[in-house]
């Protein structure tokens, strides 16, 4: 199956489609973008250059069955299309936070949360305490809670 992202002119993904591989075939029996763009088109009344091949498998920039990853994150409704890295963009979880673009996810100002301690991880397990570290927009921190 092919995955085809609906982008508007601003570059927001409006749906995903999938498609059979044979949608997306050449005269040659190879699946192509363009081949798969055009169907769309045809099919549904979509300028051929705003329907963007995404992967279904591919979350920050890893593919989850081992194989080459493809436009750092399957598309879903609501994301954006960076035509210049080539990246489809989740929804920005807080203003303060950048583009890591090599792992095509947003990261807070100050780096990722800290890891829990031993004894915090064994405490969730237990079902004592709900450990985790949240974002703190306004102090620009990760806090802990429990």
Same mark, same amino acid.
């Given at each position: 199956?092919?995955? &085809?992202? %609906?982008?508007?002119?601003e570059?927001?993904?409006?749906?995903?489609?999938?498609?059979?591989?044979?949608?997306c075939?050449?005269s +040659?029996?190879?699946?192509?973008?363009?081949?798969?763009?055009?169907?769309?088109?045809?099919?549904?009344?979509?300028? @051929? =250059?705003?329907?963007?091949?995404?992967?279904?498998?591919?979350?920050?920039?890893?593919?989850?069955?081992?194989?080459?990853? &493809?436009?750092?994150?399957?598309?879903?409704?609501? &994301?954006?299309? $960076?035509? +210049? =890295?080539e990246? &489809?963009?989740?929804?920005?979880?807080? *203003? *303060?936070?950048? %583009? =890591?673009?090599?792992?095509?996810?947003?990261? *807070?100002?100050?780096?990722?949360?800290? $890891?829990?301690?031993?004894?915090?991880? @064994? /405490?969730? +397990?237990? =079902?004592?305490h709900?450990? /985790?570290?949240?974002?703190? +927009? *306004?102090? /620009?921190?990760? $806090?802990l809670?429990?």
């Amino acid at each position: 199956m092919a995955h &085809f992202a %609906k982008i508007s002119e601003e570059n927001e993904v409006l749906q995903v489609l999938t498609l059979d591989n044979k949608d997306c075939e050449n005269s +040659e029996g190879v699946e192509t973008e363009s081949v798969g763009q055009q169907y769309l088109e045809t099919h549904n009344n979509w300028p @051929a =250059n705003l329907w963007i091949q995404t992967s279904y498998w591919t979350l920050n920039n890893t593919h989850l069955n081992g194989g080459t990853p &493809f436009r750092g994150n399957y598309a879903g409704h609501g &994301f954006t299309w $960076d035509s +210049e =890295n080539e990246i &489809f963009w989740p929804p920005k979880p807080y *203003s *303060s936070w950048v %583009k =890591n673009t090599s792992e095509a996810r947003w990261q *807070s100002p100050i780096g990722d949360a800290p $890891d829990l301690t031993a004894e915090q991880i @064994a /405490q969730n +397990e237990a =079902n004592t305490h709900t450990n /985790q570290y949240v974002w703190n +927009e *306004s102090g /620009q921190s990760w $806090d802990l809670t429990s």
